[in-house]
């Protein structure tokens, strides 16, 4: 017997049109109505409730309705919501851009603001091709990116993604990319290990740098984890290697920390594992702790001197969006800033982590189903395969993935899953029994979904 469908999912069904959806999965599985949250609870309109084990697409860090965060917002919308940020500013913003060049590595000294990881990685994209062109380095109009990247989806951002599911039907509009093979820990070509390997497979990107770099203005990656392409993990000395090369081949590197910074990785940022510093930083996700959209873009001086002249001469960086520098948003990521330090967050994800990689090492180690659990800081993963020892991929067109989150959130779970990847990127405040609960649930769905498949 169907369920009936309550009025506010019957109307977001007539006039909603949500992301990463393909809307027909909705009539057999309409969206579920939130009405709150508290933590890292989510419950829905008739009281049931969802362990958020995704962070709510990875940007919630310190729980929901976070009591500290809402009293800051609270506060700074009766004093002031928004102002026009050409030739105006205001203290929230001037204190975060001077929060985030303390935090951020050596030599990112300016913060450009956007309002969602996309356009961020939009604005690192074009100021590192206007530099060149102001710099005299007329031929360098291409950007070098890894297979299997995400960046985003706007159609820079889609130019250097990589990501076919994503990528392919826009082909047509998109930039001309120079693409190298990435990491693929799992799969290794080299047969190295993650803890112990140098990376050889960085040999993929310096080939691509010998024949290109006179028209490459910069390369883009995500450090660490390439998340969307079902977190695939790769070891520091990677991104070592890749910035000694940047560096002298006159190249660019962008740093896509959109997705593993504030955290995720076990270190406020993923490139302070490899200690590097990038030409261009993009933050976004987490910075405000899930509350409201707010990207930054970190350069050096050297980066924001080839725009500085006079107005005659046309070099200033022309970009802008209505709700630059936001007030609210600003000041909610410096009390999300405030909670990292005062309450000594960093060392909480990493006592967090160990915890969550031996529960999650226990439960799927051994799963018949599972090619391999891996982790980095506080995000899981669990690469669900057909064939262990061959590492054989099981067939996207059979959803397995998407199988096993419907069946989990009927347990009250959401891990929304990357193809047939499930992971784990719980917001930081989730307690001991509530990871126990995230694991055992996640394994209780495993293991019955493909007792069926079999049966």
């Known amino acids: 017997m169907t369920k009936r469908l309550s009025d506010l999912q ?7 049109w949500h992301p990463c959806s393909q809307m027909k999965d909705y009539e057999s599985f309409p969206p579920i109505v939130i009405k709150k949250g508290e933590g890292v609870w989510l419950y829905d309109e008739h009281g049931n409730r969802y362990l958020d084990a995704v962070s709510s697409w990875w940007v919630n860090l310190f729980g929901h309705a976070n009591p500290r965060i809402s009293q800051a917002l609270s506060e700074q919308a009766f ?3 928004h102002a026009i ?5 205001h203290e929230p913003a001037v204190k975060l851009a001077e929060k985030l060049v303390e935090l951020t590595p050596d030599d990112l000294n300016k913060v450009f603001f956007a309002d969602n ?3 961020a990685i939009e604005v690192a994209l074009k100021m590192s091709f206007q530099y060149h062109m102001q710099s005299g380095k007329q031929t360098k109009k291409r950007f070098l990116a890894l297979t299997d990247a995400y960046h985003g989806e706007t159609l820079g951002a889609l130019s250097v993604g990589g990501v076919d599911l994503y990528n392919e039907v826009y082909q047509p509009l998109l930039l001309d990319t120079v693409r190298a093979k990435g990491p693929d820990c799992f799969r ?10 140098h990376a050889p497979c960085i040999s993929y990107v310096e080939e691509e740098l010998v024949a290109h770099h006179e028209e490459l203005t910069a390369v883009i990656i995500e450090p660490l984890i390439q998340a969307a392409a079902g977190m695939k993990m790769y070891p520091p000395i990677y991104i070592k290697r890749l910035r000694e090369s940047c560096t002298k081949y ?29 030409d261009f930083m993009c933050l976004s996700k987490g910075l405000t702790g899930g509350y409201l959209p707010l990207s930054a873009v970190l350069t050096t001086d050297k980066v924001y001197e080839a725009f500085y002249d006079d107005y005659g001469t046309m070099k200033a960086f022309l970009h802008s969006h209505s709700y630059t520098g936001n007030t609210l948003a600003c000041r909610v990521a410096l009390e999300v800033l405030k909670i990292f330090e005062e309450e000594q967050y960093i060392e909480i994800i990493q006592s967090k982590g160990e915890r969550m990689r031996m529960l999650a090492t226990e439960a799927f180690s051994a799963m018949p189903y599972v090619g391999e659990y891996r982790q980095i800081g506080f995000v899981g993963a669990i690469e669900l395969v057909a064939n262990r020892e061959r590492k054989e991929p099981l067939r996207s067109e059979e959803r397995i993935g998407y199988q096993i989150y419907k069946r989990a959130l009927a347990k009250g779970l959401l891990i929304r899953p990357l193809g047939n990847i499930l992971y784990f990127m719980p917001p930081y405040i989730i307690s001991d ?22 049966g």
């Open 188 to 197: 290794c070509p080299f047969n190295e290990h993650p803890e112990s390997c």
């Open 250 to 278: 006159d190249v660019h590197l962008i740093a896509d920390e959109v997705a593993v910074g504030f955290g995720r990785t076990g270190t406020l940022f993923a490139c302070e594992q490899a200690g590097i510093s990038p």
């Open 433 to 454: 029994a509530e990871m126990q609960f995230m694991i055992r649930i996640t394994k209780e769905t495993i293991e019955e979904f493909f007792a069926e498949r079999e």
């Open 117 to 119: 990881g996309s356009s």
């Open 10 to 16: 019957v109307k977001d069904l007539q006039h909603v």
């Open 85 to 89: 940020f050409a030739n105006f500013t």
């Open 79 to 81: 004093t002031l919501e």
